[in-house]
């Protein structure tokens, strides 16, 4: 069993303009569904709050791992799946996985290339749970950027 996910998509619109999708973080807030607190920066944590309809009281945390202007943005997040109890419990989740955006130009545009991996550090059942999940939320969350940088 794979320890990662890998969701590529092409998207009609300049490096560029998927590049400011993804890295502004309101912008990338409109798209991904989640209000943040402030700005990516390389080192810190990011945080705020899903807006997803359902899931609006969920927490977003992250650390931005990598900023690589117009190829490459990276942070790490809690393997939780969404399991709201687990996020909620007070004890740390010990299981980062790291989320990779990896873009190029095309022909047609972008090709946007997403990498979730370190599923291999979480264990089971939580392991196969958290797969499952993020890899259903990568192949809408991809729908959702090419969406919005084609408009």
Do not use: C
């Not at 300049?14 to 807030?29: M, N, P, Q, R, S």
């Not at 909620?88 to 989320?99: D, I, K, N, R």
């Amino acid at each position: 069993m794979p320890d990662f996910i890998i969701k590529t998509i092409e998207i009609a619109a300049a490096v560029e303009k998927v590049w400011d999708a993804l890295i502004d973080h309101e912008k990338f807030g409109s798209w991904f569904r989640v209000a943040l607190d402030q700005p990516f920066t390389v080192g810190q944590a990011s945080t705020g709050h899903m807006t997803y309809p359902g899931y609006e009281d969920y927490r977003w945390e992250a650390l931005v791992v990598a900023i690589e202007p117009m190829t490459r943005f990276a942070y790490e997040w809690p393997a939780t799946g969404g399991d709201k109890a687990l996020m909620e419990s007070g004890v740390a989740v010990p299981e980062w996985t790291l989320v990779e955006f990896l873009l190029e130009p095309v022909e047609s545009g972008t090709r946007l290339t997403v990498t979730e991996s370190g599923f291999d550090k979480v264990p089971e059942p939580r392991r196969s749970n958290v797969m499952r999940d993020n890899d259903g939320g990568w192949a809408e969350q991809v729908k959702n950027i090419r969406d919005y940088a084609e408009r």
